[in-house]
Each structure stands twice: as structure tokens, then as C-alpha cells.
């Protein structure tokens, strides 16, 4: 039977990405979900499958890592959302020709490694490092350091996931018409109402963009409590991290991660069926 | 239907090989099997025998391609050669007890050439002399391995803040005096926290344990990590000690020291407990790593060469300041070996304490429940989280 008659011209295009969609994303995903349901510090799922490894973290303490994990994110949002908006704001409208060298000021230290940048602050916030050691060697003071708590881990994190909020932001802000702005100051709106009705809400997709994309980052984020946090708090995925290393209990690192696809990705369907985001882009 | 849960399971099977597969060939590439391999070596071992300065110059005298991954805990590495890695690497680089307790037994290495090999030992120091017992089988009749770095490995302080006196004597109640709350750190190194740990609630680690002293494990645990300023890795707690954020670290010798000591931090130093509930009332653990030859079908002909090419006196000592840590080596029992240290080297691996320190310490051994006791700190630092 000739292959091109059984299936259509588009699957058949389709089939090169289709099998590199399988091998490279299926594939390690459905591994996954398959060691979670083979027994403890096993290595082969040519074996019986149960749900011991989930009945396991339900037992366990796991939960404490999920709700450090998806508050720190929430928080780190927030902050996020604060800062971002006036930025954008600001690239948008405000900056004019300098909106460039601002935009190029955010993207440079992402071509720095996270962990380089990371241990950057450290050397900086340390005990008699740049910080500290100059505030005492030139007023004298030595206060208490800031490394190794819960406030710089949020601190690294709002750092790390700035420009993830940041430019999908601003393309939101940009997307916003003049003239119904100009409109609405016409019609007698004051600023605040023309931020409210107007631009916030015309700008909305940019703005649930950047809060999907810092959000879903800032729940499997590792280094910021690892190298700044000092383990202070032990999120989610470095819960998955110890379990795939030193306890070499792969099904239980598998369960963890399962559960944390299926948190996250339930969270972001609520969002997503709340905002419907082809609707708000396929309006314009 | 059934037919469908079958054919899924397969396709599942097939992907975790796909998996695999990509795994190995990331390392290994994807070879036939049983290629030519005279001019390949792939060694999986701890941090500085993969670095250039000792790779390169064999790589230029045999012309081969030499791989080295390092790893930083024995049991991931066994447990690589357990999955089905035997017949990728060549050369294996662990602690003591894993080459006669474990690899050797699960066949997962193969024996050396004795009369070729032990020669060698004679030329180490005093306490290596053959046959040495780490590297022998359990009869006393098969050499497994080689050995090469060592150190003593328990705590670190900074003698500014606690003198090594006060630290010798006080052991491993300094983590149990609350006066010393958020003024330490911790090393993240789980297998060797789990024997810290033990040792700060006052037993032996390396047995068996009951009911009793699991239990005091797990309320030690959820004490020293709630106790801690931080846990991070060698870098951070070397950082933190000379910088002042905290006066001593766990899990800690000269391996994790040295590299701040080779700085000039002399002040940052190794210390070895006087006493404690080890094994005849030691207080120390110590390290001493064997280099053992895979039990690969295809094994690498350069596989013992690299063993032989470690042994000279230029390269043990490069292996002993390689880039990472730096660790005595037994090759410093031949002179010839010796001479070639500077004052600073021997300063930066405490050359001076290191006989009395390895005499106050217990050899690694393998903990018969370490699974279990990894379990209950996992969840003890978990439940430390948020300080």
C-alpha cells in the first residue's frame, strides 16, 4: 500500500517533528512516570508497578517542600509584579530611545551563568565581604548578615526571574493603543481609571504571560536556596534532587517530580481557564 | 484492551532504554560492542583525576581518549556500575570498604596482577604496606585495587575561634553544647553526615542499629540541622569560615580544608577528635581511596597502565594537588615522592598532625542501615527548613 495515500500530506510533513517530539519529550516524561510506580531503590521497571512511592510521600513530610516551594514562587510573583510594572511601564512609554540600553542593562547578566551570579552575591552580602566589610571599614558598623535566610533566598529569586516577568511585561504594556488612552482621557477618565479600565486590562496577556513564566520557574527553582539560603529552606526540587543522588531512590524522585508536574500543571490550567489567553491575544 | 496496556508498557520499557542509552552514549559514546579499545580509558572517580593536569600528560604519551567523570559520593558511583555501567567505564576511584566489601563480591571489578602490582605498595607508606588490607579480597588472596589519596576526615574549625585544643578534647559535643547554635555549617555530603551524626548522638556508625538509637538519630539530626547557619558545599563552608560567618563546619578533614589552607587561611584546620564512640573509643574517621579495574567485558588495555602511571612520584604527587582538593597521597612514603612537596603543600595537607590524626581515626566502613538513616535525615532537614 503506498504510505503517502494512507496518511494525509499534513501528518506526514508533521512525522519528523512527531517522532523528535516523542523521543526527546515524550519519552524521558513516560520514563519518568513509569519509575514512580516501581518499588523503592529499584533501577528496572520490568517489574511489578504500585503506588508505594506515593503512599510514601503522602506519609511523609514531602508536603512542607511543596508549600515552601509554591510560596516562595508566590511571594517571589508578587515582588515580581510590583517591581516589573513601572519598568515596563516605563520601557514602553517612558524611556524613549534609551528603552534599548535600559532592555540590553536586564538581558546582559543573563548570559552569565545563574550559579556564577549567585555566588557573586554571596562574595557580596558575606560576612566582611563587599558589603558588610565596607560598611565597616568606612562608618564602622558591622550589622548581622543577611546571607543564609529566608529573606535573601526571595531576594535571588525576585534577581533571577526578573526579566522572565520583565519582558513579556512590557510587549503587554507596548500593546496597548494610544488612542485608547487618548479616548478615555477625552471622555473625562481620570489617570487612575484609565490605568484600571484601559491599560491593565489591555495589557493583561503580557502580564499572565510573565506571571505563568516566573511562576512555573520560581517553583523548581534550587540555587537561590542552596548557594544563598544555605539550605535554609529545602524546596521541592531539591527534595527530587537528594532523592535522584545521595538516597539513589530514582522511584521516589520520580513520584516527587509526578506530583510537582501535576501541582504546577493543574495551577496553571485553573489560571489558564480563568484567563483565556488565545481569547485575550486573538483580540487584538 | 489488554493488548493496548501491554504494548504501552513496552513502548515505556523501550523509552527508559532509549534513556539509558542516551545516558551511556553522553559518556561513551555509542560504540559497538566489543570494539577496538587500546586507545580508550573512561574513568569514573572523586574529583582530580579527571582533571588535565593528570590526564593530559598520559593522554600525549599513549595517544588515547581519556574520559573522566567525577562524582562526589561513592554510593551513586557503585550504584552507576550496578545499572549496567560495567561495560562503559574502566576504571573505578572509591573509598576503602567498596572495592573487597561490595564491588568484588557483586563481581563488579576484577582482580589485578598481583606480582605486577604490588611491588608498588612496598615504595607507600608504613601503614600500606602489602598486603594491605583494603585492597585485598576477603581471603587475603586477590589485590583488587590500588591505593593512593587519603586523609583524615571529621571536623573543621577555624583555630581563631576555637582552638584546636578545645576542639580535640570536645569532639563531637561541640554540636551538642547550645551555646554553639547558628555557629556552624555543614558540609553537603549526606553519606558522611549520616556518620556525624551518629557520632554527635554517640555511637558507632558503622553497625547495625537498634530501635533506641535510631530514634536519638533522628532527634540528633533535626537538632544539628536546626542548629546550622547553613549547609552548602566545600567552597561555601570554606568561604564562611575565613569570612567569620561561622567558627567550624561538620564533615570536614583536610580534603574539604586544604584548598583554603593552600590560600593562606592556616587558621582553617582539620581536627580529629581525641575520643569518641568509634571503634576502640576513636574519635576520627578517615578516607583512603582505591582505584579498582571495572569488570568490563571490553575492557580498556590502558586500564592497568593508568594504575602503573599513577604510581610514579611526579604524578602521585600532581594527583595529591590536582585542581579541587588537595590530599596526602601514599606514594609520599617513597622519598623520591616526598621531596617534591614544598613547605606550603605540606602546610596546606596538615602534614604535620597527619600520622596522629589517622591514628585517632577509624577507617570508612560501610553503614549496614545507611539507607534507613538517610531516610530519617533527609526528613530531619526537611523539617528543619525555615530555620
Redesign the interface.
Known amino acids: 500500500m503506498n504510505l503517502a495515500k494512507t496518511i494525509g500530506p499534513g501528518t506526514r510533513h508533521a512525522l519528523p517533528i512527531l517522532l523528535f517530539l516523542l ?1 526527546g519529550f ?3 516524561l ?2 519518568v ?3 514512580s510506580f516501581i518499588p523503592a ?1 529499584s ?1 528496572s ?2 517489574q511489578s508497578w504500585s503506588l508505594g512511592n506515593y503512599i510514601e510521600i503522602f506519609n ?3 508536603y ?2 511543596f508549600l ?1 516551594s509554591l510560596g516562595l514562587a508566590a511571594v517571589t510573583v508578587l515582588i515580581l509584579a510590583m517591581i516589573c510594572y513601572p519598568i515596563a511601564y516605563g520601557l514602553a512609554r517612558v524611556f524613549g530611545k534609551y528603552a534599548t540600553l535600559v532592555t540590553l542593562l536586564f538581558t546582559i547578566p543573563l548570559f552569565v551563568s545563574e550559579n556564577v551570579r549567585l ?1 557573586g552575591w ?2 557580596f552580602f ?4 563587599v558589603l558588610l566589610g565596607t560598611l565597616k571599614a568606612w562608618f564602622g558598623i558591622e550589622p548581622e ?1 543577611w ?4 529573606g535573601i533566598i526571595v531576594f535571588g529569586m525576585v534577581y533571577v526571574y526578573l526579566p522572565f516577568m520583565l519582558f513579556p511585561m512590557t510587549l503587554g504594556v507596548s500593546m496597548v493603543p494610544d488612542q485608547t488612552r487618548d479616548a478615555a482621557f477625552d471622555l473625562g477618565a481620570t489617570r487612575w481609571q484609565v490605568f484600571k479600565e484601559v491599560e491593565l486590562p489591555l495589557s493583561m496577556p503580557g502580564i499572565m504571560i510573565g506571571f505563568l513564566l516566573s511562576f512555573v520557574l520560581a517553583v523548581g527553582a534550587i540555587a537561590e536556596a ?2 544563598l ?6 524546596p521541592i526540587s531539591h ?1 527530587i534532587e ?1 532523592a535522584f ?4 531512590n530514582w522511584p521516589l524522585g520520580a513520584a516527587l517530580s509526578v506530583l510537582l508536574m501535576l501541582v504546577v500543571g493543574t495551577m496553571v490550567l485553573l489560571v489558564l481557564r480563568r484567563f483565556d489567553l488565545d481569547a485575550i491575544l486573538g483580540r487584538r | 484492551m489488554n493488548q493496548f496496556k501491554q504494548s504501552r508498557r513496552n513502548f515505556m520499557q523501550n523509552s527508559a532504554l532509549m534513556a539509558a542509552a542516551f545516558a551511556a552514549g553522553g559518556v561513551a559514546g555509542l560504540r559497538p560492542a566489543f570494539a577496538d579499545r587500546s586507545k580508550e580509558l573512561n574513568i569514573l572517580c572523586w574529583e582530580g583525576y579527571n582533571s588535565a593536569q593528570v590526564l593530559d600528560p598520559f593522554r600525549t604519551s599513549t595517544g588515547a581518549t581519556v574520559k573522566a567523570e567525577s562524582l562526589t559520593n561513592d554510593p551513586t558511583m557503585i550504584n552507576r556500575l550496578r545499572a549496567g555501567e560495567t561495560n562503559v567505564w574502566d576504571l573505578i576511584n572509591v573509598n576503602n570498604p567498596w572495592a573487597r566489601k561490595i564491588m568484588f563480591p557483586e563481581k563488579l571489578i576484577m582482580p589485578l596482577d598481583r606480582a605486577k602490582m604490588e611491588p608498588y605498595f612496598t615504595k607507600m607508606g608504613a601503614d600500606f604496606k602489602p598486603p594491605y588490607k583494603w585492597a585485598m579480597d576477603d581471603s587475603g588472596e586477590q589485590l583488587l585495587g590500588m591505593a593512593q589519596r587519603y586523609g583524615p576526615y571529621s571536623f573543621v574549625v577555624n583555630t581563631d575561634k576555637v582552638s584546636r585544643a578545645t576542639a580535640e578534647d570536645q569532639g563531637w559535643d561541640l554540636w551538642n553544647d547550645p551555646a554553639n547554635d547558628k555557629k556552624y555549617g555543614v558540609l553537603e555530603s549526606d553519606d558522611w553526615n549520616v556518620f556525624n551524626i551518629c557520632c554527635i548522638a554517640g555511637f558507632d556508625p558503622f553497625k547495625e542499629h537498634t530501635p533506641e538509637e535510631i530514634a536519638k538519630f533522628g532527634e540528633t539530626a533535626k537538632k544539628v540541622f536546626k542548629g546550622a547557619k547553613m549547609v552548602g558545599d566545600i567552597a561555601t563552608m570554606n568561604q564562611a569560615l575565613v569570612s567569620g560567618e561561622i567558627d567550624f563546619h561538620m564533615t570536614g578533614g583536610t580534603y574539604s580544608a586544604s584548598p583554603a589552607r593552600a590560600d593562606g587561611a592556616l587558621n582553617i584546620r582539620a581536627v580529629t577528635p581525641k575520643k569518641g564512640p568509634l571503634a576502640g573509643g576513636k574519635g576520627g574517621i578517615s578516607w583512603i581511596e582505591i582505584t579498582s579495574v571495572v569488570n568490563n567485558p571490553d575492557i580498556s588495555p590502558l586500564a592497568v597502565q593508568f594504575l602503573e602511571y599513577v604510581q610514579d612520584p611526579k604524578v602521585a604527587h600532581t594527583v595529591a594537588f590536582a585542581e579541587g582538593t588537595f590530599n596526602p597521597v601514599a606514594q609520599m612514603g617513597n622519598p623520591d615522592c616526598f621531596s617534591l612537596f614544598t613547605k606550603e603543600e605540606l602546610d596546606a595537607i596538615q602534614y604535620d598532625s597527619l600520622e596522629e590524626e589517622m591514628a585517632r581515626s577509624v577507617e570508612y566502613d560501610i553503614v549496614p542501615d545507611y539507607d534507613k538513616l538517610l531516610d530519617i535525615m533527609t526528613a530531619a532537614k526537611r523539617d528543619a527548613s525555615g530555620g
Open positions: 523521543v515524550a519519552a524521558p513516560l520514563a512516570i513509569g519509575f531503590r533501577f521497571l520490568w511523609s513530610t514531602s512542607l517542600s515552601w555566588y554571596v562574595l558575606i560576612k566582611n565581604g548578615s546571607l543564609f535566610t529566608n542552596k548557594v539560603g544555605g539550605q535554609q529552606i529545602i527534595d537528594i543522588t545521595y538516597a539513589q
